[in-house]
């Protein structure tokens, strides 16, 4: 297998969030420990964020109905995580949950001839499961690097991850697993 570390949405704009904040040490911790792993693997890894513009045309539907926008291109609330050691890392900007969604994702894991992602970041729930949705359509293998994850709503997370390890034979692996797994 040939797998690549996804790292989703480790911005300023999400840890506002009290729930993700009080796991913030937790889940920075282990996305750098995979980070300095991936590095000393040669492992393709590819720091995901989520932007958005002022003018609406980005918004999601929920964003447009509470007719309230978050992490705008260039602002702080878009930046990394400043603990979050993504120095000299390829970057990508998503607009939606999924970090398939117009993307050049696909393209990208094509060309590094992976066939399995570790997914790592935040939202359970919200971004990592809808891009683990998407990977599955795309016949690509899962894996969630469970120490590296946090939500807001735990209970939500714990469902999505259920139906998505049950159904789509996706896995949840410890964090010694998923440094093993960036080692091959």
């Known amino acids: ?11 300023n704009a999400f840890f506002e969030d009290g729930a993700l904040d ?10 750098n420990e995979l980070i300095a792993e991936a590095r000393k693997s040669g492992t393709h890894t590819l720091i995901v964020r989520t932007e958005h513009e002022r ?11 509470d007719d309230q926008g978050f992490s705008f ?10 603990e979050l050691d993504i120095a000299g890392l390829p970057h990508m900007v998503k607009r939606r949950d999924s970090a398939f ?9 094509r060309t590094w001839d992976v066939d399995t992602i570790l997914l790592a970041g935040v ?10 949705s998407d ?23 714990d469902a999505m991850l259920d139906v998505l390890l ?7 692996l410890s964090q010694d697993d998923a440094l093993a797994l960036l080692r091959g």
């Open 166 to 172: 049950k159904e789509y034979r996706q896995s949840k």
């Open 22 to 31: 009080a796991q913030r040490d937790r889940v920075v911790g282990a996305c």
């Open 123 to 132: 939202s359970i729930h919200l971004c990592l499961a809808q891009t683990a």
């Open 73 to 82: 291109h260039g602002t702080g609330q878009a930046e990394p995580l400043p």
């Open 1 to 11: 297998m040939r797998t690549a570390l996804l790292v989703i949405d480790m911005q």
């Open 55 to 65: 003018d609406r045309s980005t918004w999601t539907l929920s964003m447009l109905d």
């Open 101 to 109: 969604w117009g993307t050049d994702l696909l393209q990208r894991l």
């Open 135 to 157: 990977a599955y359509a795309n016949n690509l293998r899962v894996a969630f690097a469970g120490e590296a994850m946090g939500a807001e709503a735990p209970d939500r997370a």
